[in-house]
């Protein structure tokens, strides 16, 4: 909890790296990605910034990142986002999805907390090799 608190306190003027922020919640989940013998790849480019929001979106990336990691077995995560008039589409793909219906109960379990929010969380092919899981939320950059 402190390392949530920590992150949404970091406000400044420009707002927030998305690309920072996914590196520092993916560090956090690192003995878990270990122990599951996963390889996780932030490619969130540089110029995905959020602004004052966070402090919403932070918890529910959190828990999303640590569902994914947590269901991943020798798996390869890649995190990519995209801003689109003031919405920010954020994927985690997971490359080698070995239990599909574990990792979609789990990631619709979050659901609620993104449409609080005004986003929300959606799997594609959850039962594929590949699953992409799409974190969609507003945010107006500052």
């Known amino acids: 909890m402190e390392k949530q608190t920590d992150l949404a306190a970091d406000d400044t003027v420009q707002g927030t790296s998305l690309q920072q922020l996914v590196s520092t919640l993916v560090n956090s989940s690192l003995p878990a990605a270990i122990h599951n013998k996963t390889i996780v790849m ?8 959020l602004g004052v929001e966070k402090v919403k979106v932070i918890p529910i990336l959190k828990e999303l990142l640590d569902t994914v990691i947590m269901n991943s077995r020798h798996g390869e995560i890649h995190i990519t986002a995209e ?26 379990s979050i659901e609620p907390e ?16 590949v699953a992409t899981i799409s974190f969609t939320f507003p945010d107006l950059a500052a």
């Open 114 to 129: 993104a449409v609080e929010i005004g986003g929300h969380i959606a799997i594609k092919d959850p039962r594929a090799r």
């Open 83 to 108: 801003r689109y008039h003031g919405i920010v589409v954020l994927q985690i793909q997971e490359r080698n999805n070995y239990n599909g219906y574990a990792l979609a109960f789990s990631v619709s």
């Open 42 to 49: 932030n490619e969130v480019g540089q110029g995905v910034v």
